[in-house]
């Protein structure tokens, strides 16, 4: 079964504390891993897109890592800041262009 | 470039009554989507448009949401009757081959059934 999971749940940092997402999947067959941030009553905005050959992705304090032999990927945040305060939702994308499998998302809250 | 734009924002209705969303994708994005997002929840698909045609509306509840995509532009998500469920955000996006097919989200339509 398609699926991807996202861990923890819920997070509390401090502000200019880093913190790590995790998301493990198991779609098949991949194509691509994309991280996204949804604030609150918005909707959710691209971070990162990795494909199957790319391993890390950048987006200034953001940084993701994909493992595609585990079926492992991670958001690093770097010095985090209340505007971190968000949901992070990894979303899967299968080969062949339309599929794309969420997370339920990982509500990151960031305190000063 | 425009965003995907939705209407209205907030909608309240009662039970049973109807409503119905309106999505205008970024232009060129041949994909369109619909999705449900329930408080605490990731995005759920419910439809999915490749120009006018449906490609993946496996998870809509057909008796009562319909949805269409006049002329491959923009699209129409109708609810009838509600239920006191269906109060979540409608999300809808649209996409293009040439960009991976990344997802571009509008601000999404929070409905809530009374």
């Known amino acids: 079964k398609n699926q991807v999971e996202q861990s923890p749940q819920s997070l509390i940092i401090l502000e200019g504390k880093n913190c790590t997402l995790q998301c493990n999947y198991t779609v098949s067959p991949f194509s691509n891993l994309r991280w996204y941030k949804q604030d609150t009553g918005r909707g959710p905005v691209s971070l990162t897109i990795m494909t199957f050959s790319e391993n890390t992705k950048s987006n200034g304090r953001y940084t993701a890592t994909l493992d595609a032999d585990t079926k492992q990927s991670s958001l690093h945040i770097t010095a985090s800041q209340l505007s971190d305060s968000a949901s992070y939702i990894c979303?899967?994308?299968?080969?062949?262009?339309?599929?794309?499998?969420f997370g339920a998302g990982t509500r990151l809250f960031v305190k000063a | 470039e425009a965003g995907v734009a939705q209407s209205p924002r907030y909608k309240i209705i009662e039970k049973r009554q109807s409503v119905a969303f309106w999505c205008n994708p970024i232009s060129g994005h041949a994909t369109l989507y619909w999705y449900q997002q329930i408080l605490g929840q990731g995005p759920k698909l419910l439809i999915q448009?490749?120009?006018?045609?449906?490609?993946?509306d496996s998870q809509l509840p057909k008796d009562r949401f319909s949805a269409e995509r006049l002329k491959g532009v923009d699209s129409t998500l109708k609810i009838q009757p509600a239920k006191l469920e269906d109060s979540a955000v409608y999300l809808c996006a649209s996409s293009f081959r040439d960009r991976n097919w990344e997802l571009f989200f509008g601000e999404g339509s929070r409905l809530t059934v009374l």
């Open positions: 448009f490749q120009n006018n045609g449906v490609v993946d």
């Open positions: 979303v899967v994308g299968r080969t062949g262009g339309f599929k794309t499998i």
